[in-house]
């Protein structure tokens, strides 16, 4: 069983709707939770980072953490088709700084 | 620009044939690592150096190599290649072992035949 489980997708939602990306993981250790966002033929790029449980939002991003459940979550609200990326969750440890352990990222397609 | 640039992006190579994937950082980050994407097992992280001349193995170092002789500059090394290693390669930065944001360089997009 891997450690962060995140379902590929893809997913495909229409402009204006509202996405909800999710992760599992096994290890309760982890207190620090990242989202990035990957465009196609692009690097990785931090979206959200939160630490231990609660919510975070950043405009239309809304990151939810549940550690109780061993559960995180990314909201887009009013998504756009600039939205259409893959998001890769990623956590570590405490002080395990940028030793991170990445889900296998779930493709978005925003269309119009 | 403060970037991570990596070169070549995309490279096919034959078993046996030693490459080195270049990477540099103009943001002077102590903290740099490379990984591996692969379809299905997401980011995997290489090697990972915390500053000139300290590097360590991350989780999948096997056939791999890596030296950090300047501060911006962290190359890797594949001695002899074989098809296992087809993948796609990011190199990324943060300014130290524990800031959390990490900045990725394009990929480089890799071919052993």
């Known amino acids: 069983q891997k450690e962060v489980e995140q379902d590929p997708g893809p997913l495909s939602v229409p402009e204006g709707a509202i996405v909800s990306l999710n992760c599992t993981y096994s290890?309760?250790?982890?207190?620090?939770f990242m989202w990035y966002r990957q465009y196609s033929r692009k690097g990785p790029e931090l979206l959200m980072y939160t630490y231990s449980s609660g919510n975070k939002e950043d405009g239309r991003f809304t990151a939810q953490v549940d550690k109780s459940s061993k559960y995180i979550s990314l909201f887009i609200r009013d998504s756009q088709p600039s939205d259409s990326a893959t998001y890769l969750c990623a956590m570590t440890l405490t002080g395990g700084g940028n030793k991170l352990t990445f889900g296998t990222g779930t493709q978005l397609k925003v269309e119009l | 620009e403060a970037q991570v640039t990596q070169n070549p992006r995309y490279l096919i190579t034959v078993t046996g044939k030693k490459l080195t994937v270049t990477c540099s950082q103009n943001?002077?980050?102590?903290?740099m690592s490379w990984y591996r994407q692969d379809p299905g097992l997401g980011l995997r992280q290489i090697y990972y150096s915390m500053n000139v001349e300290v590097t360590d193995k991350g989780d999948v170092p096997e056939g791999y190599k890596v030296s950090r002789k300047e501060k911006r500059n962290f190359p890797l090394i594949l001695e002899s290649p074989s098809p296992n290693q087809t993948s796609l390669y990011f190199c990324?930065?943060?300014?130290?072992?524990?800031?959390?944001?990490?900045?990725f360089g394009p990929g480089t997009r890799l071919t052993v035949t």
């Open positions: 990324a930065s943060s300014p130290t072992f524990s800031s959390y944001e990490q900045y």
């Open positions: 943001m002077n980050h102590e903290y």
């Open positions: 290890n309760s250790a982890f207190q620090y």
